[in-house]
């Protein structure tokens, strides 16, 4: 394809998480579509890999190590991108932790506190970074990525569904007060995808009969990242310009639906490997 024909030809990506997953799946695909790209992780070997991949291939990419709950950090992500590359486009707050499967108070405090550090102030750190160089240039657009939750309470994944259904509301009002700014603002769901995320497990020790589902589940309704990572790139595209406050969901019941009829008369016979790990339930008696 002739560079001025991709989609994003001229823009600046940052995505965070970008290590694997969706984010890997999502600079990837910026990345061949013309945007230059900064993969942002903690893991800094993993999106330099990513990003010499990239750069190999003919594309614009780099690996930045950042911890999104450290605000200056994500500050300093920014400001890498902007002394690089004069300026970003697209900012996308993906890095998000699940903490173990178990009920809310089973799970050890520095482990429930660590989902909401990183899915709820990790999304405020990149939200409050990109509009604070967004605004006063009257464009760019902002996509923080939800999941499991964001439509209503999930029991045993607590903290994780809870950080979601919060990154739901704190977009849309977001959108709100940010109106007339210029900047679009969008909240997507990108649907279950089969990543390590679900693949590999921490449980409650005692919980893991509950997760013998999950094979079927990632079988019939997980999709790969790259299939998430397309709705994101129409987000970011000129097809959302002058939009802001859309909600995007990438499976509908009907999808579901879908999924499960081509299960039953289309049955894989790859197997679907597990890691599950169990720990100790941290509940404590104050009698």
């Known amino acids: 394809m002739d560079k001025t024909e ?13 290590s694997q997953g969706l984010g890997e799946s999502l600079a990837r695909l910026y990345a ?26 003919g594309f614009l990419a780099t690996g930045y190590m950042c911890d999104v709950q450290d605000l200056k950090q994500v500050e300093a992500l920014a400001r890498y991108a902007i002394q690089s590359y004069k300026g970003i486009d697209i900012w996308v707050n993906n890095a998000g932790i699940s903490g173990p499967y178990g009920r809310s108070f089973d799970l050890p405090v520095d482990k429930f506190m660590a989902v909401l550090q990183t899915n709820v102030v990790g999304v405020y750190n990149g939200s409050l970074t990109a ?14 990525i939800l999941g499991r939750g964001d439509d209503g309470p999930v029991p045993m994944q607590n ?5 979601k259904i919060w990154i739901k509301s704190f977009t849309l009002a977001l959108a709100k007060e940010y109106k007339d700014s210029g900047v ?20 409650i020790e005692g919980m893991q ?23 994101a790139l129409w987000l970011a595209s000129h097809a959302t310009d ?27 016979k790859e197997p679907i490997e597990l890691k599950i790990i169990a720990i100790p339930s941290a509940f404590e008696s104050l009698e």
Do not use: C, W
């Open 131 to 144: 509009l604070r160089h967004f605004v006063p240039n009257k464009q760019g657009k902002l996509i923080n």
């Open 184 to 203: 679009g603002v969008f909240a997507y769901n990108p649907g279950l995808m089969d990543t390590d995320f679900l693949r590999i497990v921490e449980t």
């Open 6 to 18: 991709r989609i994003l030809t001229g823009k600046v990506a940052v995505i965070t998480g970008a």
């Open 242 to 268: 002058g939009k802001t406050g859309l909600y995007v969901r990438n499976m509908s019941r009907l999808g579901m639906l879908v999924g499960l009829v081509k299960k039953l008369f289309s049955p894989s």
């Open 32 to 57: 061949s579509e013309g945007a230059t790209v900064i993969l942002a992780a903690r893991n800094l070997s993993a999106v330099e890999k990513i990003a010499a991949e990239l750069t190999s291939a």
């Open 159 to 163: 903290a994780y569904a809870s950080s």
């Open 209 to 231: 009969d509950k997760l013998k589902v999950m094979p079927f589940l990632i079988k019939t309704f997980a999709s790969p990242p790259i299939k998430g990572a397309k709705k």
